[in-house]
Each structure stands twice: as C-alpha cells, then as structure tokens.
C-alpha cells in the first residue's frame, strides 16, 4: 500500500446532521469535529448555507484544532 493511493474521504452532511440533532435532543447549541476527521469545502458550505455557524478553533484546550459548528 502507498500513501498516493488512498483517498480522503469527507463525513457526509447526512452524518453532520444526525450529530446535531443528537446534541441538540441533549440541549446542546454546538458540536465539534476534530481536524483528524476530513470535512470537505461542499459539506461546510453547505451547513452555512443551512444557517449554521461553522469555525475552526479549540473545544476545551484539550481538543484543539477542530471545526465547531452552532445553531
């Protein structure tokens, strides 16, 4: 195996949206999801087109580099 010949592959938007509904069914207004998790450019337009507020930054200084999505 060679490193070309892998392939990122990005979290699908359909996963996106059930981790939100999930913390939002908990109460919660913001989720992460950590830098070693590839998100493409189409999903985070995407979410931002849907009204969400999407960034990257620190969850809790241990959790660093992550994208953090609000609603």
């Given at each position: 195996m060679k490193a070309k010949d892998l392939k990122k592959k990005s979290i699908s938007i359909e996963d996106v949206y059930k981790r939100i509904q999930q913390?939002?069914?908990n109460g919660?207004?913001?989720i992460?999801?950590?830098h070693f998790h590839n998100v493409s450019?189409?999903?985070?337009i995407q979410l931002f087109d849907?009204?969400?507020k999407?960034?990257?930054g620190q969850w809790d200084g241990v959790i660093t580099e992550?994208?953090?999505?609000?609603w």
């Amino acid at each position: 195996m060679k490193a070309k010949d892998l392939k990122k592959k990005s979290i699908s938007i359909e996963d996106v949206y059930k981790r939100i509904q999930q913390a939002n069914d908990n109460g919660d207004f913001k989720i992460f999801i950590p830098h070693f998790h590839n998100v493409s450019k189409e999903v985070t337009i995407q979410l931002f087109d849907d009204g969400f507020k999407t960034y990257k930054g620190q969850w809790d200084g241990v959790i660093t580099e992550c994208l953090i999505i609000e609603w």
